[in-house]
C-alpha cells in the first residue's frame, strides 16, 4: 500500500546529545507543520523498521558522529544511503555533517580529541574539517559562538526571502573542503565570513548541497536551527549574553535561511512560522448543565483547595477548576511562571485582568503548565467562549442521532473541550486519579493538539480542521475474557466510517469513499486519483489499496482499576482540512454541505455506544464481523511471510480470540495461486511504520 511521505524523521540515537535532538525537532515543526509530522527515531528503527517509504527528509542531529558510526555502519548506512540515491534527502546538522561527507577531520593534533577517517555514507565528495573555529568542548557551551554566513542566494532561486548574510550559532562543526574542483553535483550555498582556524580552502563553505543520485543531501558545519529562544544563560562563560543577543538580532534572516534550505531539499514549508501554541482552557460541560455538579461531587476525594482555589495534582498534569465567574483567577499563572514575572504582572492594581497563558517562546514543557478547567454547570458555553467549537451544535446533533440509534443513551453526555491540548489521550490515560473518575462516554475533544500520538513513535499531525476526540470506556473485567479489549479499537473503526456515511439524514453521504486498513487506521481514495472502472487484483471490484490515503487513526489505551478495564479510546481524523494528506471534505461533490466537526463528533459517540452494546451483548459476533469486513481494504489482499522464505499468504479475516489478521498460505503461479490449508495468524510488532513489514506469524 502506497505511503505518502510526510515524516520527517530526527535521530535520537547512538551519538546525538539531547540538546541538539530538542532545537532540530523544535525549529523543524515550526516550518513543517502541519505538512509533516517530524519523528525522532532511534538506531533500532532505522535498521529494522520499514521507515523509508514514508520520509520526506531523514535529519542527523548534533552530537558526536563515532557514534553514529558505531550504531550505523554497514547495514545502517546501506539503508540511508539507499534512501538518498532513490530520491530521499538528507539533512546533517554539524555531526550529522560530519557524518555525510567522505572524509572526517576533526581535532588534528590535539591527542585527546582527535578524530579523523573515512565516512561510509559520503554525500560530500570530500573532507568536513573542523572545528572551524578553536574552543570547543564537548557537553559545554565554553566553545561556542555566533558566526556570520554569506549565502550564495543563487543556490535558491524561487525559494522565497532569502538572506544575503545571516548569524547562526556554532559549536564545533566544520568547513567542507572539495577533494577535487568543478563538480556539479556540490554547491556551496553559504560561507563562513570570518578568518578559519583550520584550512577552508577558497570557499569557506559552511553549508553544501550536493545531488546524489536521485536525491540530495545538506549538510552544515554550524547550527542554523538553533533558535536563541532555546538557549539558556551561561553564567561560567564570558561572553554568552552577548552570544544570544547576537542571535536574536538576526532571528528573521536565520529562519529565512533555514526555510530556503529545506524548499530546496523539496518540502513544502509554511510561509508563516508556526508560533509556539499556548494551552487554552478546558471546558467541561454536560447535556444537562446541572449534572456538571454531580460529576463534580464524584471528584472530591482527588480535589484539594489550596488558598479558596481548587486543584487535582495528578500523576502527570494539575488541573485548576474554575467557575465562569472566576476565570481570570492568575493562581495558574502564578505556577508557570517564575514569581518575579509574576509579580511584574500583577502589581498594578487598576489594570484590567488579562488572560496570559503559558510563555509562548522556545521549547515548552507542557507538563509543568497547570490546566485549567472551567466547569459551566449553568449552562452550555457561549459561541466566543469556544469559537472553533459550538456546543449548542454539538448536543443537540447529539439528541438527533440518538433518536436513530435507540441503543445510544449516554455517551457524549460528559463533554470536556478546548481549543489548544496536548494530547487529548495522554490527558486521560496519563491521568490515573482524574480517569479512575470518568464515566464511561466521557469524552475529550480539541480543536489543536502540539504533542499529538500516534501508535508506536508515530505522531499525529492534527492542524486546525481535524476532528479530535478520546473517549472513556470501562469495560468490566469479568466480560474480558469473552469480550477482549482488543476489538473495541475495531468497532470504533466501523463506527466512523459507518458515522461518515449516515451524517445526513437522508443516505445523502451514503457513497462518501471511505475505508478501514487494519487494525486501526481509516483511509479514503485519494481524491487526486480516477476510480476504478473494473475489477482489480482485489478481485472485490474496489479501487486498489494504492488508492488509497490515511485520513484517520485510532489510539487506544488501557489501564485496569476497580474491577474493570478503563480503555482511552482516542481518534484523529481529517475533516475540513486539506493537509497532510486529504480531508473528508475533499471527498463531497458540490452539492453536499462540508461536514461539522460538532455534528461528527456526535454521530461518532451514538454509533460507538450502540455498536459497544451489542458487543458486550453477543461478543464480536458475525453481524460485528461482516461490518468490519464491509468497509476493510484488505479483501483478498495478498502478503508475504518474510520469516519464512517469502511464501505468499491471501488475508481472509481476523481471529475470533484476538483479533489477530487471519491469512491462508498460497503456493502456485502467481497468476493462479492455490491454498496449501495452512492458516496463519499475523500480529503488529509495534512497527511504527508499515503493519505489512515485520509482522509476528504463528500457526493456527
Not at 18 to 29: F, G, H, N, T, W
Not at 435 to 455: D, E, I, M, W
Not at 497 to 515: L, N, Q
Request: with cysteine; aromatic share 10%; net charge negative.
Amino acid at each position: 500500500m502506497a505511503s505518502r511521505k510526510l515524516n520527517v524523521l530526527v535521530y535520537t540515537g547512538t551519538g546525538s546529545t539531547v540538546e541538539s535532538v530538542k532545537q532540530a525537532i523544535y525549529s523543524l515543526r515550526r516550518l513543517l507543520s502541519p505538512n509533516y509530522a517530524v519523528i525522532p527515531i532511534t538506531d533500532t528503527v532505522l535498521l529494522k523498521e520499514p521507515w523509508a517509504p514514508s520520509c520526506a527528509l531523514l535529519v542527523f542531529p548534533g552530537g558526536a558522529d563515532l557514534g553514529y558510526c558505531r550504531a550505523l555502519n554497514g547495514e545502517g548506512n546501506r539503508l540511508i544511503s539507499e534512501y538518498v540515491r532513490r530520491g530521499g534527502a538528507y539533512l546533517g546538522f554539524c555531526a550529522g555533517g560530519y557524518y555525510g561527507s567522505q572524509k572526517c577531520e576533526f581535532e588534528v593534533g590535539n591527542k585527546a580529541m582527535e578524530v579523523v577517517g573515512p565516512r561510509e555514507l559520503a554525500f560530500f565528495p570530500g573532507i568536513c574539517r573542523g572545528g572551524a573555529f578553536k574552543g570547543f568542548q564537548y557537553h559545554s557551551e565554553k566553545g561556542a559562538r555566533a558566526v556570520r554566513l554569506n549565502v550564495a542566494r543563487d543556490a535558491f532561486k524561487g525559494a522565497g526571502v532569502v538572506p544575503d548574510v545571516f548569524t547562526s550559532y556554532y559549536n564545533g562543526g566544520g568547513v567542507f573542503v572539495k577533494r577535487k574542483e568543478g563538480s556539479d553535483d556540490v554547491e556551496t550555498i553559504a560561507s563562513y565570513v570570518d578568518d578559519l582556524d583550520v584550512d577552508g580552502g577558497n570557499l569557506k563553505a559552511a553549508v553544501i548541497y550536493c545531488k546524489v543520485g536521485q536525491g540530495a543531501a545538506m549538510l552544515t558545519g554550524p547550527h542554523p536551527e538553533f533558535a536563541p529562544a532555546n538557549l539558556s544563560r551561561q553564567y561560567d562563560v564570558p561572553g554568552y549574553d552577548e552570544l544570544i543577543a547576537k542571535l536574536e538580532a538576526d532571528e528573521g534572516a536565520r529562519t529565512n535561511f533555514l526555510k530556503a534550505c529545506l524548499s530546496k531539499l523539496g518540502l513544502d514549508v509554511n510561509e508563516d512560522t508556526s508560533a509556539v501554541p499556548s494551552l487554552s482552557r478546558l471546558h467541561l460541560s454536560s447535556m444537562v448543565s446541572g449534572d456538571v455538579d454531580d460529576l463534580l461531587c464524584t471528584w472530591d476525594e482527588i480535589i484539594s483547595k489550596e488558598d479558596g482555589e481548587e486543584f487535582i495534582r495528578d500523576n502527570s498534569d494539575t488541573f485548576h477548576l474554575e467557575k465562569p465567574s472566576t476565570k481570570w483567577s492568575f493562581i495558574p499563572l502564578k505556577e508557570s511562571l517564575p514569581s518575579s514575572d509574576v509579580e511584574d504582572q500583577t502589581k498594578p492594581e487598576d489594570q484590567a485582568p488579562v488572560e496570559v497563558e503559558a510563555p509562548s517562546q522556545g521549547i515548552v514543557d507542557y507538563t509543568t503548565i497547570v490546566k485549567r478547567v472551567v466547569a459551566h454547570d449553568e449552562a452550555w458555553p457561549e459561541a466566543k467562549a469556544t469559537p472553533y467549537f459550538n456546543h449548542h451544535v454539538f448536543y443537540n446533533s447529539l439528541q438527533e442521532y440518538r433518536r436513530r440509534d435507540p441503543e445510544a443513551e449516554e455517551w457524549g453526555d460528559y463533554l470536556m473541550y478546548g481549543e489548544v491540548v496536548t494530547s487529548t489521550n495522554t490527558l486521560l490515560e496519563k491521568n490515573y486519579r482524574l480517569l479512575s473518575k470518568l464515566p464511561t462516554g466521557f469524552t475529550l475533544a480539541a480543536t489543536t493538539q502540539v504533542a499529538g500520538r500516534g501508535r508506536g513513535s508515530n505522531v499525529w499531525v492534527s492542524p486546525a480542521g481535524c476532528l479530535i476526540m478520546s473517549t472513556v470506556i470501562n469495560h468490566p473485567a469479568h466480560l474480558a475474557p469473552s469480550r477482549p479489549v482488543v476489538f473495541i479499537q475495531y468497532l470504533a473503526a466501523i463506527a466512523i466510517v459507518e458515522a461518515i456515511k449516515s451524517y445526513g439524514a437522508a443516505g445523502e453521504y451514503e457513497d462518501v469513499p471511505v475505508k478501514l486498513k487494519w487494525p486501526n487506521d481509516i483511509y479514503a481514495r485519494d481524491p487526486r486519483k480516477p476510480a476504478a472502472a473494473t475489477k482489480n487484483g482485489n478481485g472485490n471490484g474496489d479501487d486498489p489499496p494504492d488508492a488509497y490515503v490515511k485520513i484517520g487513526g485510532i489510539l487506544s489505551n488501557c489501564a485496569y482499576a476497580a474491577g474493570a478495564y478503563q480503555v482511552v479510546l482516542g481518534i484523529g481524523l481529517n475533516t475540513n482540512n486539506g493537509r497532510p494528506t486529504t480531508s473528508l471534505d475533499a471527498l463531497l461533490p458540490p452539492h453536499l454541505a462540508p461536514f461539522r466537526i460538532e455534528r461528527l463528533l456526535a454521530r461518532i459517540l451514538t454509533r460507538l455506544e450502540a455498536l459497544y452494546a451489542a458487543f458486550v451483548r453477543r461478543g464480536f459476533a458475525r453481524d460485528l464481523e461482516r461490518a468490519y469486513y464491509a468497509h476493510w481494504l484488505h479483501t483478498h489482499q495478498v502478503v508475504r511471510l518474510e520469516e519464512h522464505g517469502g511464501a505468499r499468504a491471501r488475508i481472509v479475516g481476523i481471529t475470533s480470540d484476538w483479533g489477530m489478521l487471519k491469512a491462508e498460505e498460497l503456493a502456485g503461479p502467481a497468476d493462479r495461486p492455490a491454498p496449501t490449508g495452512r492458516m496463519w495468524a499475523l500480529q503488529s510488532d509495534e512497527n511504527s511504520f508499515d503493519f505489512f513489514r515485520g509482522l509476528i506469524k504463528r500457526k493456527l
